[in-house]
Structure formats: structure tokens, C-alpha cells
């Protein structure tokens, strides 16, 4: 069954990253590879045998710096004419495409053109950035760990048309979202902070960031089998082959070619085979003293594989330069996931043991081998229930890649998490964020350590608490979770309720005002309680529009400035409805329940006014 779009869009963000946890370990599962009984190759058959009715297409390949220990093919590019996926198949890399550009940053520190520890504003024209809230410095290296500020952005992320494509400069100036963080305090994973390091990289380069990827990383390590540029034009074999690509969801609905050209290219625009990428993750590992290909000093990727910041244990590291840490896996395991319109891909190194894996498949929001299958073949950690009296868990928490202000923030209102206890001592999520999951639960497992488990799919958060135990930040592997009041959990429930009460409201008086127009009965002020119900239906229909835009990153400017001006229209409607029946009414002969049926379209505009005024929706310029 598919699962509805909120849930689509929270599963892809807590699994950005498989569960994470370094405390409270029951049992350890073993890494395959340290499995002498379980060859690695008989592991991934069995695995991908037992999961055939799900599987599109996945390759596979694990490798050491020098040696592929095993490089696997498995489905179809294409299930409808049986094209096998094989070592010419080219699949997008998603958010894997982000560490091309730490890799470029950290190149240009190498030599001297940036600083991870400046103020990013020294390498930006004047005023480039303009929604600013603070004045405290943003470095790369809060870019890098994703703790710049910017809230989640849902509009422009994409295009159909090549021709629409504005270059990386201009696409940043337009999408750019307000910052509504303190720089360092909250981590949000955010595209636009990674887009925004490859136009660094542009303008300190003195070229575009493709081409810069294509001489500097491409080209050094013989990856010509990858492309980065919007529509794939620096690589026409590539572009070419991903033409004869067909997409899947994870339930085998066909997508077709799931085709979509990322405006803000660099932090998930590239696309090869499996080969290249492997190549481009081996540069990763460290080969003899240190060395990398992708650098000219050995010290280089020893930097740039050193933690850059830490839960909040201070001692658990959560991010090595934009590589994600995952300490629940049994060594020293980083890597980075990607999603697409059509794709998903995995990268993971095991810094302790020297090994690398990565994945591709062809299907959106693939959590089997991306996660379940990575977990055991690297090896994973246990852990165990450790429950307390009156924990200070319990409250709500805003979950911080999200949109706290402008038209985008009625798509965030859901993503406020409730933390109960009851009187067993078991905890448990509720409230909107767990409806859309399905259900969920959570559980102490330590010190600090939390375990959310949300649709059966399963993430360890982090406490940060306050001089007094209280706790204020959970912190996920990609993004925090803050605390808020009770004020703004049942508000975000209420305000959606109401309007979905006044759409049912005005549907009902529609269809009711069409049947006695055909029998002929007067209604008094038909017109306009019509006009009315049908303003609240068109705000419904254009908050729809907004919503599927924003959770598929199709919106535009444009669009939505159409939309914010319908919105201010439409919210003053049911305005003009009260004081003309306000006027009116003392002039009609009416009864109790005719003034009641006047009075109840004007409370149900004015819910729809008050949630647009709620949900900002009006504010279509933030």
C-alpha cells in the first residue's frame, strides 16, 4: 500500500541515515565481511532473494582502497522489456552528490583559496544573502555539519525544463530561505547550506562547479562514466544512459523515467554507474601515509575525516566534514544516503577496517538495501530498554528541518512531536506526527539515549538537558528535535482540524444550496454564503496545490506569489460576508434557524481566515 505523502516525505528524512547509537549495547552483531561461515556474496543473494517481489534494480559494490572484494548486479533497468542492470547502467546519486562538494571544498582549503573557520559572507557578493536573522558569522564548517540555520526549503528545488534552468548564482538568490537559527545551535540538514558551498567553490575556482568537479575529481580519478551538470550535457553517454532508465516506487509502481533537473544541481544532481562511484568512494579511504588521489598533500583527507561535531554526550560523533558518522555499527562506520524523484544510493566507509561499500537502485525512497541490508553487512550494535520514573523525556518537540515561517509553514504545522508516559512507564509518540507515521513508540536505552520507533522504522536520539534535567534538544542523526510548548502542539492540531471542519462545512452547504435551487425554496443571502463556502473550498484546493508542490519540490516563485495574492483574496471574503450580514440582517425576515445557517457560514469563514492568518499563508515574498 502506498503510504500518504507526509509520511513519504518523514520516512525519507529519518532514514536519511540508518539508526544511530553508541550506549546501552545488548549484543553485537558481526560484520559480514568478519563472517568466515557467510560469504559476502551468499549474503547479498540470500538477502536480495528474500526481497525479489520489492526489488527493481541494486548494485552493489564492496571494496578496499586498492581491491574490489565483490561488485554485484541484481533486476532490471527496465522491468517492462526485461533490460538487464548491469555495469553500463546509470542510476542518480541523490545526496551523495553533497560530498563532491565537501571533497571541492576541502581541495581549496588544501590550497589556500578557503578557510573552513571564515565567514562565508567574505566569498559571497555583498548582500548575497538577504533573510538572514543573526549576525553571528556562518563558516563552511557549519554548512558541512548542517547547522547554519536556514529552515527546510519546499519550493524551487527542480524543473522539467531544461530551458528553465537558471545557473547555481541565480537559482540561490531566488529559492534562498529565511535563517531562523542561530548559526551552530540547531542542526537542520539543509540542501540549500551544500548548494550554497559549491557556488563558494564556483566563485573561488573562477568557474561553474560542475566543470570544477568534472577537471578536479572526474577527470583525477577516470570517472567517465559520472555527470553533474543540470541535464547531464558535460556527459553524453551519461545522459544517454539514464534516457534508458525506468524508475519504481518500493512497491513496484512504475515511474517511468522519473526524469526532474535539479536547479540547485550540487547537492544531488549527479548521476554514473556504480563503478564510478565506487572509485570516487575508494578516494576516500586512506591509502598509504594518508595519501588520496583527490588531494596533493597525505594530510588532507586526514582532516577531512576527523569529527567536525558531536551529539550532545560530547563525546558520540555525529558529523567528519559532511560525511555522516553512524556509531551503532560496529567500527568506525561515516557515509552519506541520496534519494531522487526515482533513485536511491548509499556510500559507507568503514574507517576501522578499511573498507567502503556503495549502492544504487532505481527505486525513490529505498530503505532495503540503503539501510536494512548496509546494517548487515557492516554490522550493528545492540541495545536495551532502560526505563525511568517520570522521564524527563515527556513534552513536544518541533522536529527542525522544517519551515517555521511564510507559505511553507502549514507543511511543518505536523511535524511536532509528542512525547508521552504512561503509567507502566512506557513512552509513546502521539498527536499528528504519529498519526502520519502510523503509530509509534519510544523507548530510554540509556544515559541520555532515546530510541524512536515510528511506522516500524526505527532512530536513536541523542539528549540534550538543561542545568535542571529537563530536556530541551533531541538530536537525530541529520536533524534536532527541539522542545516547545503544549501551546503550539494542540494549536497545530486545532488550527487543522477547524479547517478541515469548515471544508466539510462548506461542501455540505453546496451541495445542499444546489438541491433547494432546483426545488425553487429562497434562501435568504444565498449569493453570498455561497461565495463564502466557495472561497473556503478554493483556499483548500490552493493550500492542496501548495502542499504537493512543496513535498515534491515543484513549486515556483512565480507560482507561489499567484497563490500567496489568491490567499490574501480569499481571506478577505468571509470579512466582507460578516458586515454585510451584519448590515442585513436587522432588514431580513428571517428565523432562529436561518440566522443560525448565516452565522455558521460566517464562522466557518473566519476559521479559514484565521488559518491563513495562522499558517502565514499570505506572506508569499518569505
Known amino acids: 500500500m502506498k503510504k500518504p505523502i507526509f509520511s513519504v516525505a518523514i520516512i525519507s528524512i529519518l532514514l536519511f541515515l540508518p539508526l544511530m547509537g553508541s550506549t546501552a549495547f545488548a549484543q553485537i552483531v558481526p560484520p559480514i565481511f568478519d563472517n568466515d561461515s557467510l560469504p559476502l556474496s551468499q549474503f547479498i543473494d540470500g538477502y536480495v532473494e528474500r526481497h525479489k517481489e520489492t526489488t527493481a534494480a541494486m548494485s552493489a559494490v564492496v571494496f578496499t582502497k586498492e581491491d574490489v572484494l565483490l561488485e554485484a548486479f ?9 533490460t538487464s542492470n548491469d555495469a553500463d547502467t546509470v542510476m ?83 529559492i534562498e530561505p529565511p535563517q531562523i537559527y542561530k548559526p551552530g545551535e540547531i542542526t537542520a540538514y539543509s540542501n540549500y547550506g551544500a548548494n550554497l558551498a559549491g557556488y563558494i567553490v564556483e566563485r573561488a575556482a573562477g568557474k561553474p562547479f560542475y566543470e570544477y568537479v568534472r577537471e578536479n575529481i572526474f577527470v583525477v580519478l577516470g570517472m567517465d562514466e559520472t555527470a553533474l551538470q543540470p541535464g547531464w550535457h558535460d556527459n553524453d553517454w551519461v545522459k544517454t544512459q539514464r534516457d534508458k532508465l525506468r524508475c519504481y516506487t518500493t512497491d513496484m509502481q512504475d515511474l517511468g523515467k522519473a526524469y526532474a533537473i535539479y536547479e540547485l544541481y550540487a547537492s544531488g544532481n549527479a548521476a554514473g554507474t556504480i563503478a564510478d562511484l565506487r572509485k570516487f568512494a575508494q578516494a576516500l579511504l586512506p ?15 586526514g582532516e577531512m575525516l576527523t569529527q567536525t561535531d558531536y551529539y550532545a554526550d560530547g563525546r558520540t560523533a555525529r558529523n567528519y566534514h559532511g560525511l555522516w558518522a553512524d556509531p551503532s555499527l560496529v567500527g568506525n562506520v561515516i557515509g552519506h544516503g541520496g534519494n531522487t524523484a526515482g533513485c536511491s544510493a548509499w556510500l559507507m566507509l568503514d574507517l576501522e577496517r578499511g573498507i567502503g561499500m556503495v549502492i544504487l537502485t532505481n527505486q525513490a525512497g529505498e530503505s532495503t538495501y540503503c539501510n536494512d541490508m548496509v546494517r548487515g553487512i557492516a554490522g550493528e550494535k545492540g541495545f536495551s530498554a532502560a526505563p525511568v520514573d517520570n522521564d524527563p523525556v515527556v513534552g513536544y518537540y518541533v522536529y527542525a528541518r522544517t519551515a517555521r515561517k511564510g507559505m511553507a509553514k502549514s507543511l511543518g504545522s505536523p511535524y511536532v512531536l509528542g512525547v508521552a508516559q504512561s503509567k507502566d512507564g512506557t513512552l509513546a509518540i502521539r498527536g499528528l506526527f504519529s498519526l502520519l507515521m502510523g503509530g509509534g513508540d519510544m523507548e530510554r536505552v540509556g544515559e541520555g539515549l532515546y530510541r524512536l520507533d515510528a511506522d516500524g522504522q526505527k532512530m536513536l536520539l541523542y539528549a540534550d538537558a538543561d542545568e535542571s534535567g529537563r530536556i530541551q534538544l533531541l538530536e537525530s542523526a541529520t536533524s534536532d528535535f527541539f522542545r516547545t510548548g503544549a501551546g503550539e502542539y494542540y494549536g497545530n492540531t486545532t488550527v487543522l482540524v477547524a479547517f478541515v471542519l469548515a471544508v466539510i462545512y462548506a461542501l455540505v452547504f453546496l451541495i445542499l444550496m444546489l438541491v433547494r435551487t432546483l426545488r425553487k425554496k429562497k434562501q435568504p443571502l444565498a449569493f453570498a454564503r455561497a461565495a463564502v463556502c466557495a472561497g473556503i473550498i478554493a483556499a483548500f484546493v490552493n493550500w492542496l496545490i501548495l502542499f504537493m508542490n512543496g513535498m515534491s519540490l515543484t513549486g515556483t516563485v512565480t507560482g507561489v506569489k499567484i497563490q500567496g495574492i489568491l490567499f490574501i483574496f480569499l481571506a478577505l471574503i468571509p470579512v466582507v460576508y460578516a458586515a454585510v450580514t451584519a448590515i442585513c440582517r436587522k432588514k431580513l425576515t428571517i428565523t432562529r434557524k436561518q440566522k443560525a445557517g448565516l452565522m455558521s457560514t460566517a464562522a466557518a469563514g473566519l476559521i479559514m481566515t484565521l488559518c491563513i492568518i495562522y499558517w502565514q499563508l499570505w506572506m508569499f515574498w518569505v
Open 74 to 82: 541484481y533486476g532490471y533497468a527496465n522491468l517492462a522489456d526485461k
Open 92 to 174: 542518480e546519486w541523490g545526496s551523495v552528490t553533497k560530498l563532491l562538494v565537501w571533497v571541492s571544498v576541502m581541495q581549496l582549503v588544501e590550497q589556500g583559496k578557503l578557510d573552513l573557520d571564515a565567514d562565508i559572507r567574505a566569498y559571497l557578493p555583498e548582500g548575497f544573502l538577504s533573510k538572514l536573522q543573526y549576525d553571528d558569522p556562518i563558516t563552511l564548517l557549519h554548512l558541512m555539519n548542517h547547522n547554519a540555520g536556514w529552515q527546510e526549503m519546499y519550493l524551487g528545488a527542480e524543473s522539467v525544463m531544461e530551458g528553465a534552468v537558471p545557473s547555481l548564482e541565480e537559482a540561490l538568490k531566488v
Open 287 to 301: 591509502g598509504e601515509n594518508g595519501a588520496s588521489p583527490l588531494f596533493k598533500e597525505s594530510g588532507t583527507l
